[in-house]
């Protein structure tokens, strides 16, 4: 097949919304504990004040704060200790002038108090308490509603769950979530020479990688449905591509190496029941000879066979477009670092540089990995990419770039 | 208790480890496909060469280079065809001069080829093949063992899997491996004024967090076997304690707000078996009132009730600790950016500011996260940290600094 009219990567994501309109992220609702890595579905709001009370945040004696104006090493304020609240305790005690409450860290402060006192400051002789220092108003409180205002939101939709925000949901009481569905793959690697991992390995075969990487990368925010391998034959292809559609939101198929797989890839999408190629090759490299299509409402990529070009079509375009259905924020990991080589652009396509780093005083120096088509090797030596625009001459060493997480 | 004996931060794991001189990461055999994240227990090496054969980069010729020599567009170099390589077969053909045979990309050469020609350079009239340029020797062939030697060690003990390191060990055979096994995990959140999922909340309670982010911050390396609220009791807590240590490796005492519950920590871990508290605090902010102590050979740490300051202590101290277990490589994910405002250190104390990062004109612009302790909104405004040493005064506006993500 011809890879002439090739896609621009800045067009595609256009293309396959105008060509699956319904194509979108669903809802799911899930348990806490089971939620990180999740995305959220709706902003999430709160439905009361963090602290619900006017919280004490040190071990010490609640008192009126103006009481203690004046109070000095010298000449300290004097208070008439009147009991303490414990933790835990919705308590109905009421502080009077010229008194003191013990609170606890945590505990509700009583009313009429307005700030805190910590215990280091203290002096206690039987029912009096001495201090020798002034306090402020509010000092070592949090106000009702301080931390989270009811109604506030606390999470936005497109919120990636992380450790720390499920502590904030679990202190509101959400122990349920909904977040995006996952998408259900299916990986189809295909190709004469490919041997599994429960087949005979024989010289001049080529063991199954994509359907690794692929699955392995998709773990993070979809699931693998099916894996399989499939021979260069037209109508097992067919066949094994319709049975997918019907199980999976999107299919992946991985050509082996041989270009004459694309023929046969391009040719049963276009036989599906309604079936259409709409992008014959992105002007990428690598990454080149992808093409995608549908089926009705389900998205099928052609990767390239290459590993390489294989993870990097599939984390430049598919895991950006599922990231997009799924409205989620901070996207791109990303820093800066100064480049180690000059680097050339390749005219009319957006080129992906695979790049490692090191550190040298202080600065981040990036590295770029070459090496032939086809190397395995280069995924492993490599942590990120940097991108060189097809409007770019390319980069000469020195220059600041910005690197890009995989 | 008092905190006037606190360690510093670059002692820890050295008391630790004098401590409890067993302590160390065990070996799981574990299958491929369940192997995303985990730490490799050894260095793997390879067994074969890859390719295992002289492997075509391209659909071409395979030619002698030599016969190519001086052809043009004006006086072509002529072969005879002799038939072709299939995708997958051990080619016994042998090439002679002046003949060439077709191979796709990813088959055989056969014997006495060295280099291919591109299809897109070929013209064929019959059984003979028309080129008009040159190719030099090995051109569009990656050869035997060029992408991995045999013996050639692949990846290294404390590796982390990731999806390409997944496609590599595939392109090996390597279907299982040696891993660091998970660190098993107690985590017991103490406090009269916690509620569980499953308790009725009532005002001047406060809901359990610190169980919530430490189990999902541990679910990236350990396995959580545990998780349990534990009142105000001594006898219940020692009971308690003592029932974890014997299905755990280390256990998580999460205080609850109040500094009453390190003395009553402090006291249960001195009365276990082979029990002893050796770290009473640590000289950071937050996470100053962090007690470290064992029961025999099983690690117990005493984490701050606040829950910043715990997930802080746990990601500075216990994952290091982990991490330097398992010998991981690649441990600090950072990066540089210009912090936005005026930082002051704590004298004494090294300082752990939260931060945020903003963009502006291509650079990262680092922002401190400013709050009341205890607040748990801090932990979702920030997204990483800066490290104030004792011995700084602290950082002025405009200053490059070294960010490290959570």
Chains 1, 2 share one sequence.
Not at 47 to 76: H, L, M
Not at 327 to 354: A, C, V
């Amino acid at each position: 097949m011809d890879f002439l009219k090739v896609t621009e990567i800045k067009d595609i994501e256009k293309l396959i919304f105008e060509k699956i309109p319904t194509l979108k992220g669903n809802k799911e609702i899930i348990k806490l504990e089971n939620s990180l890595g999740r995305i959220l579905y709706e902003d999430i709001k709160s439905k009361e004040n963090i602290p619900e009370f006017n919280r004490s945040t040190v071990d010490g004696y609640a008192i009126k704060s103006r009481e203690s104006q004046g109070a000095s090493q010298g000449i300290p304020a004097f208070f008439t200790i009147k009991g303490e609240v414990s933790m835990g305790e919705n308590t109905e005690k009421e502080l009077k002038s010229g008194e003191a409450i013990y609170v606890p860290t945590g505990a509700m402060i009583p009313a009429g108090a307005d700030s805190m006192i910590m215990i280091e400051y203290c002096e206690i002789l039987d029912d009096t308490l001495l201090i020798h220092k002034p306090v402020s108003k509010y000092e070592n409180i949090m106000l009702l509603g301080e931390d989270i205002k009811i109604d506030e939101i606390i999470l936005e939709k497109g919120s990636q769950i992380t450790p720390e925000n499920v502590g904030v949901l679990a202190s509101m009481g959400i122990y349920q979530l909904s977040v995006f569905k996952k998408f259900r793959f299916s990986i189809i690697s295909t190709g004469d020479e490919l041997v599994g991992e429960n087949e005979e390995y024989k010289k001049g075969k080529i063991r199954d990688i994509n359907s690794y990487t692929l699955s392995h990368a998709i773990e993070n925010f979809g699931e693998v449905v099916e894996k399989k391998i499939v021979r260069d034959n037209y109508e097992t292809l067919l066949e094994e591509v319709k049975k997918s559609t019907e199980i999976s939101d999107i299919v992946l198929i991985s050509g082996g190496s041989s270009a004459g797989n694309y023929d046969y890839t391009s040719k049963v999408i276009s036989q599906l029941d309604g079936g259409e190629v709409f992008i014959h090759g992105i002007s990428i490299k690598p990454g080149k000879p992808t093409i995608v299509g549908k089926s009705n409402d389900k998205l099928i990529f052609g990767l390239p066979g290459h590993p390489i070009s294989s993870i990097v079509v599939f984390n430049i375009i598919v895991k950006k477009l599922i990231e997009k259905l799924c409205h989620k924020k901070d996207k791109e990991e990303f820093y800066y670092g100064i480049l180690s080589h000059n680097l050339h652009s390749t005219p009319g396509r957006t080129t992906y540089q695979m790049v490692n780093k090191t550190i040298d005083e202080g600065e981040i120096i990036i590295n770029p990995i070459f090496g032939k088509s086809g190397m395995t090797t280069l995924m492993t030596k490599s942590n990120g990419y940097i991108i060189l625009d097809t409007d770019t001459e390319g980069l000469v060493k020195g220059s600041r770039v910005k690197v890009y997480k995989f």
